[in-house]
Structure formats: structure tokens, C-alpha cells
């Protein structure tokens, strides 16, 4: 097999391992991953098959669906000591969710993407399902992709432009020109809004948290409804996430 066809099988299998990800813990079907990875469903399923065989993907006999296999769990226990951050982060996003009464998260930056690792529920009743661990968002989609998004260098969110399109997947709210004006809004409050820009009704306010080497690698946001997030609460919930994720950047720093 020719090099780039060996990396064009690599990249499938990344694309299928992270859509099976997103669909923790209820799984997916064949063709919602294949949709999801944009492969057609035969070479989905041969890829899937061969992912189970090595104990990376299991299958439900009864219906069919894929999750997640054992093996991930042990590779990823095995990187837990370099990237897992949750243990310094639970008492924080459990303070946000207490505080604020909205549900809070800790989404850690991938490539171009930000998966949610961490996830507390609020006390408010009504609450925005946006957010579930394991989802992704592009750069500049969620509240937390788009406070990371904003706090990289400019040369990064240049090239960043060059290689994703977001308007045509996201709509024509998520074209280069605004999503340019959401990242200046957000270098200027220092957190990122997004005003139910996913789903109707549904806000988010994020914050950078940084690594030891002052990159924008995590964000801490707060989700709810469109009646919680109104224009006057702007400022105390983003004061109270930039102090939080302050605290957290320590920590990593430590």
C-alpha cells in the first residue's frame, strides 16, 4: 500500500474512532458514523469490523450500534498522566455549575476541534442540551471553541481560516467575517458569547484556560436558556469563568 494511501486509512479510522467518541454512551448506527465521518457506509462498516477485531470498537449484537471498546479505555488510562486534566478541574466546574445555576463544562482544545471532557448539570430546571461529554464543535462554533479560537495569534487564526469552512456546514452566522467579530468582541471582554447560535434559545459563555506554555488549550463555559443569559448577566457570568479558568491556568502552570 502506497504512504498516502496507509494515511488516508489512518485518517478514516481518527474520523470514525471521533465520531463513535461523540456518540458515547448511547452509540451510533453504521450509517450515522459513516455520515458523520464522510465515508460511504460499506467502507464505514469494513472499518468499524476491523476496529472491533483489535478491541477499539464494540458492537451491540442486539441492535447493531458501535461504542467505544476496551481498549481505548487502557491507551487511554495510559495518557491520562499527560493530558487528563479532570481531577484539577472538578471542584471548579462543580463551583460554576453551583454558583451560576446553569450547567458548566471543561471542553479541551483538538486540532481544529474542542471535545467536552467534564460536565456538571446547574440547579435551574430548564437547561440547554447542547453540551454532552465527548461532543465536538469546531474552532469558533460553541462558546468554548470560540474563546480558544480567539486567544490564539492572529498568524493562527489566519491560517485557521484557510483550511475550515464554517459557513457551510453552520449556516451563514458562522461566516468568516462574523465569527471574525466574535473573536474581537471576545479579546475585548476577555470571554466569548455564543447567543443561540447552535440551537434556538439555547446561549453559552466561555473562557480560555491555558497550558504551561501560555496556548489556549482548554476552555470552562456555561450553558442555558435564552431568559438566563440576558445581556445584563453578560458580565458576571463571564467575570466569574475568566476568574475560574484563572485559577485552573495556575494549577496547570503548578
Known sequence: ????????????????????GACEPRGASTTELGRAAGLA???????LTALVAEGLIDRDAQTGR???????????????????????ARDIVTRLARETGESAYLSARRGDETVCLLSEEGSFPLRSHVLHIGIRFP??????GLAILSHLPTRDVDDYFTRVDLESRWGASHSEALVRARITATRTTGYAVNPA???EGSWGIGAAVFDQGGR?????????????????R???LGTLLLEQAHLLSGRLRA
Open 1 to 20: 500500500m502506497a504512504q498516502e494511501q496507509k494515511s488516508a486509512v489512518v485518517a478514516r479510522v481518527g474520523a470514525l474512532l471521533r465520531a463513535v
Open 41 to 47: 457506509r460499506p467502507t464505514a462498516h469494513r472499518l
Open 66 to 88: 458501535w461504542s467505544l471498546g476496551p481498549e481505548l479505555y487502557l491507551l487511554g488510562a495510559g495518557a491520562a498522566n499527560r493530558y487528563d486534566i479532570i481531577d484539577q
Open 139 to 144: 474552532l469558533g462554533v460553541a462558546s468554548a
Open 197 to 199: 447560535l447552535i440551537v
Open 216 to 232: 489556549p488549550s482548554w476552555a470552562l463555559s456555561l450553558t442555558g436558556v435564552e431568559t438566563r443569559f440576558k445581556a445584563q
Open 234 to 236: 453578560h458580565h458576571e
